[in-house]
């Protein structure tokens, strides 16, 4: 049986929770399998607003087991408090498993991360101050602490003081901060142990018997293809694969598993941070697609840059990732508009690019080449075909299908559950 990975094409926050969603009770599985709680998901269910960070969007299907893959690395108090949070909302989360390899993020990679970024001055990346990067950057150094560690005191006390040795002359010495104590650390991280336990196994051998089993896996990306480590915007990315590729080493998956491929763009693009941003609107535009798509970080409340649809970049994921089925989401947020434009191609210096440039520093001086479409007038919340859009809508979304180089199986036309157009099945 398949296992289905859930990407997203453009800089992250387009809807992969929807998504998810979509497939609804046929899924036995969802893993998050890169990132920490430095990205989330809003999902809308009825009445009510649910942003997840660092659990899975199928903790909210009931049957469904959510897992936190290996290529996770986890902050524990936002995960327990997360937990703790929808079990007040009658969310049942005790199906919830952790895998043994997914890396913690201590007290002191937060710190780091922080200082890091004010020190960088203007030259910033934009972090979101979580302690993502640097722990990954301990799980590269073979420095990092896993949640497996947890259970070992002597183990993690080694572990914890190995990486001070150094973590510490950075902080006082060059950072001008205070230096972090081996006990307090490790007490900070074994008050997780005994509640954490039950959730904790090999999650890849887990995986691999539900899908001998006849179970259909979903793998969730954090993040998206152009915030993956290797292939986004370097060095404006995060500090994993967002792709599908870090899907089967996030998750312990073998690449012969992966059946479909799903990648979830915006009508419209975003991002957060720093980078280069080729059709964003610095205009009152930008500024009513921002209100009207309530583009604001789920996780950290940031105001998100707006811009129109790329075509370069939703065929750049298309190819990076192996695209089978595409979902476009927020195609509500455009009603109203009197035309829209859509990139098509860049201007990099007098010579035209129809795909995304080879070096960062040509992608950084591209500007937008332009196709603009008629907009519309009509409410499209309720519909529920293709033929249900006014022509303008639909002409819209199937230039975009004949662009990105992939099908379109669902488009997205509100917040709730169900506002949206199936156009394909995305589970055969």
């Not at 006849?214 to 993040?223: D, H, I, S, T």
């Amino acid at each position: 049986m398949p296992a289905i990975v859930l990407v997203g094409a453009q800089w992250g926050d387009e809807g992969k929770g929807k998504a998810t969603d979509l497939l609804g009770s046929r899924i036995d599985a969802v893993v998050k399998f890169n990132g920490g709680n430095n990205a989330g998901h809003t999902i809308v269910i009825g009445t009510e607003k649910y942003a997840l960070h660092l659990l899975p969007s199928g903790i909210l299907t009931p049957g469904v087991t959510p897992i936190i893959g290996n290529g996770v690395v986890i902050d524990l108090g936002v995960l327990f408090g997360e937990i703790d949070a929808l079990e007040q909302r009658g969310v049942d989360t005790s199906k919830l498993v952790v895998s043994a390899n997914a890396h913690v993020i201590t007290s002191y990679n937060r710190t780091l991360d922080n200082v890091t970024e004010r020190f960088l001055g203007k030259h910033k990346i934009g972090t979101t101050g979580r302690g993502i990067g640097p722990t990954y950057a301990d799980k590269m150094s073979r420095i990092g602490i896993r949640v497996q560690d947890l259970f070992d005191e002597s183990v993690l006390r080694a572990k914890v003081a190995g990486a001070l040795n150094t973590k510490n002359q950075l902080l006082v010495k060059l950072y001008n901060r205070k230096a972090f104590d081996v006990d307090a650390v490790v007490a900070e991280l074994q008050a997780y142990a005994e509640r954490l336990r039950p959730m904790v196994t090999d999650t890849s051998l887990l995986l691999e018997q539900m899908l001998q089993g006849g179970a259909n896996v979903v793998l969730e990306a954090g993040q998206a293809t152009l915030l993956d480590v290797d292939f986004g915007t370097y060095p404006f990315v995060t500090s994993s694969n967002a792709t599908a590729g870090g899907a089967c080493t996030g998750s312990g998956i073998p690449p012969t598993r992966i059946s479909r491929v799903i990648a979830v763009a915006k009508a419209y693009t975003t991002r957060v941070g720093e980078g280069p941003f080729p059709t964003e609107l610095l205009d009152d535009k930008g500024d009513a697609l921002r209100l009207a798509g309530a583009e604001f970080g789920t996780t950290t409340g940031r105001p998100r840059r707006c811009g129109w649809f790329d075509a370069p970049i939703a065929r750049y994921a298309t190819r990076i990732n192996g695209v089978t089925d595409f979902v476009i989401t927020k195609l509500d947020v455009l009603t109203g508009m009197d035309e829209v434009p859509v990139c098509v191609a860049y201007d990099v210096d007098g010579v035209r690019h129809d795909e995304v440039p080879m070096t960062q520093a040509e992608f950084a001086r591209a500007v937008p080449i332009y196709e603009t479409f008629p907009g519309w007038t009509e409410d499209i919340s309720g519909a529920r075909t293709l033929d249900d859009l006014p022509a303008n809508a639909r002409d819209y979304v199937l230039a975009l299908e004949q662009m990105i180089n992939a099908p379109l199986s669902a488009i997205g036309v509100g917040p709730g559950r169900d506002a949206v157009i199936a156009v394909r099945a995305l589970l055969d």
